[in-house]
């Protein structure tokens, strides 16, 4: 079975437990639609712009640079386990501006996120990254709420 609603789904990823839920989703809808999944990470890049660029900022960005590609990979392998097509997507700057910006000019029909919060009242609130994707995006946005400690 295909869709017309979605042929391109994007998986804002941060290689977490909780946004494994979320992946879930995207695969499952890719699948089923035959949407083509990207799995996007993005390196925060304002979030160590005061650092002087010597060697200590090129350390932190190669950390944040394997992550992103630890985080990408294992939905890389869920995707390509589904049948699925798929590509890996890493971004630089804010997440929120790039994944939009992203979805804008990849004619993204669907953007899929996690929520941040994993406990108490945090569980019920969006990420600051998901709400603003949420208020800002032109395209539809699923936000899956992961599972807590408590869920498990």
Not at 2 to 16: E, M, R, V
Not at 35 to 48: M, P, S
Not at 102 to 107: C, Q
Not at 116 to 141: C, H, Q
């Amino acid at each position: 079975m295909t869709s017309t609603l979605y042929k391109n789904i994007f998986i804002a990823t941060d290689g977490s437990k909780p946004n494994r839920k979320a992946v879930q989703h995207s695969i499952e809808l890719a699948k089923l639609s035959g949407a083509k999944l990207y799995a996007g990470y993005v390196v925060d890049t304002a979030a160590f712009a005061s650092i002087p660029m010597d060697a200590g900022w090129e350390m932190m960005y190669e950390l944040l640079e394997k992550e992103a590609n630890i985080a990408t990979e294992s939905v890389e392998k869920m995707a390509l386990d589904a049948g699925i097509a798929f590509e890996t997507v890493i971004l630089e700057g804010n997440p929120s501006h790039e994944i939009i910006e992203f979805a804008d000019n990849n004619n993204i029909d669907l953007i899929v996120m996690g929520t941040l919060g994993k406990t108490g009242f945090d569980r019920f609130l969006l990420g600051s990254v998901a709400e603003k994707i949420t208020r800002n995006s032109k395209v539809p946005v699923l936000v899956v709420r992961g599972d807590s400690e408590e869920d498990k």
